[in-house]
């Protein structure tokens, strides 16, 4: 069994920065993929950021590409999502997640992940 657990949320103006943490107790997630999605309230879910195994290979949403950055811990058996730039649309829930698979690819499916962790709230507002 996996748990992850994210952190690092919070209330933020528009421009600021954010950094989230998702770490994971249970196994090591050294060999799976990781990514990050968000929800925002009355919205789809919806695909943020990936990383590989190695971190080596990342993709991002068009919406955050240039602002965030995935980065793996793999020390802290974790991975973080700096958030730059923040604009009021990027209020929602943030969610890591686990690839189902060995991380060679970066997946930017939800049906590429079987764990998942709590979601942590990010709010951006003046």
């Known amino acids: 069994q996996v748990q992850l657990v994210e952190s690092g949320g919070g209330s933020v103006q528009p421009g600021g920065s954010l950094r989230l943490s998702c770490v994971a107790s249970?196994?090591?997630?050294?060999?799976?993929?990781m990514g990050w999605f968000r929800q925002a309230p009355g919205k789809q879910f919806e695909f943020v950021a990936c990383?590989?195994?190695?971190?080596?290979?990342?993709s991002y949403a068009d919406s955050v590409s240039g602002r965030f950055t995935i980065s793996r811990d793999h020390a802290k058996n974790s991975v973080n999502l700096e958030m730059n730039s923040l604009k009021p649309e990027d209020t929602a829930v943030y969610y890591c997640?686990?690839?189902?698979?060995?991380?060679?690819?970066?997946?930017?499916?939800?049906?590429?992940?079987?764990?998942w962790g709590q979601g942590t709230q990010v709010t951006v507002s003046s």
């Open positions: 997640a686990k690839s189902r698979d060995y991380g060679n690819m970066c997946y930017q499916t939800i049906e590429a992940y079987d764990y």
């Open positions: 249970g196994r090591t997630l050294n060999v799976y993929s």
């Open positions: 990383a590989n195994r190695n971190g080596a290979s990342t």
